[in-house]
């Protein structure tokens, strides 16, 4: 019988994760809680986008549509609310166009978050097209902004966010 080597082999990956000196680095408090997320429609056809949306289970996500100049918001329902009484506990907004249409709406609705801290996103769907006017209607008003979206990136932006 020829002479074999005997090569060593170390202590797995998943051995030495659950080592109590690996234990030290665990995160060992709970994730925060969903997001009070708001997700505003500024066009008709965002509205569709934002009601198939709002179909799925959220945490603490509202969703609206809203017209030129935006003080005011449109709930899911119809109901008509104030723009600063629903950005009162919120912490994201979230501003859906597919077209530019409402653009003061956008700049109201910025310029509110802007004062409050509250963190913004605008979704542009307009899927191939890298400029639009959605894109230049939401650009100085979101602070994160989606360019071409599809329709359900929403879906998943809202996921990703913990909404």
């Known amino acids: 019988m020829p002479n074999q080597l005997s090569i ?3 202590v797995s990956a998943c051995a030495v994760a659950t080592t109590a000196k690996e234990a030290a680095f665990r995160i060992d408090y709970p994730l925060a809680a969903a997001r009070n997320t708001r997700v505003v429609a500024l ?3 965002a509205e569709s986008i934002v ?3 709002a179909a799925e289970e959220w945490g603490q996500a509202r969703f609206y549509s809203t017209t030129d100049p935006g003080h005011e918001l449109i709930t899911i329902d119809g109901d008509s609310v104030d723009l600063a009484g629903e950005l009162e506990d919120s912490n ?3 501003m859906v166009s597919t077209n530019g249409q409402n653009a003061e709406a956008a700049a109201t609705i910025g310029a ?3 004062v409050r801290g509250i963190m ?3 979704l542009v769907v307009t899927p191939g097209q890298l400029t639009s006017e959605a894109l230049f209607a939401l650009r100085p008003h979101a602070r994160i902004l989606l360019v071409p979206a599809e329709p359900d990136d929403l879906i998943e932006l809202l996921r990703a966010t913990r909404a």
């Open 8 to 10: 060593p082999t170390g």
């Open 43 to 45: 066009d008709a056809a």
């Open 51 to 53: 009601r198939t949306a």
């Open 92 to 94: 994201t907004v979230v």
């Open 112 to 114: 509110a978050c802007k």
């Open 120 to 122: 913004t996103a605008g």
